[in-house]
């Protein structure tokens, strides 16, 4: 991927103020593929003191976000089906990995799965982008 697209979305990810309040860390960035991680804490449960499937979204959708704009052109969801398969333990390092599946000039979609440390499957996506033709408005 080029240098220039990994460089400015791993520090646009570092500025997000969503980012920022759930602790969403890219930690890798290629061509159609991402792995973002954060540790479910306290304030991420639900009424019932488990996970809150936003928290969940929140991982997946970071992943999803960072996957589909590497291509380094703008690119916005159109649709994401979740199923949740196991609700993760507190203070659980949780890890989304979003791969592309499937690439055209207008769309892509994308598989993310969320694990936690011990390859516990929690959450399962397919994803959708529509992909403008604009280059990132970031890009340096």
Do not use: W
Request: glycine residues 4%.
């Amino acid at each position: 991927m080029e240098k220039a697209v990994r460089k400015a979305i791993f520090k646009k990810v570092t500025e997000e103020p969503f980012a920022r309040k759930m602790n969403l860390k890219l930690v890798d960035l290629d061509d159609g593929y991402s792995v973002v991680e954060m540790t479910f804490t306290k304030d991420m449960e639900n009424i019932f003191g488990i996970a809150h499937g936003g928290a969940i979204f929140a991982l997946i959708d970071e992943a999803f976000e960072t996957a589909s704009n590497s291509h380094g052109t703008v690119a916005v969801a159109l649709n994401m089906n979740i199923t949740y398969t196991a609700a993760p333990s507190p203070a659980a390092r949780l890890r989304a990995e979003a791969r592309e599946v499937n690439l055209t000039p207008r769309t892509a979609t994308y598989d993310i799965k969320v694990t936690d440390e011990k390859q516990t499957l929690i959450a399962v996506c397919q994803a959708l982008v529509y992909r403008k033709k604009d280059r990132l408005p970031f890009l340096e």
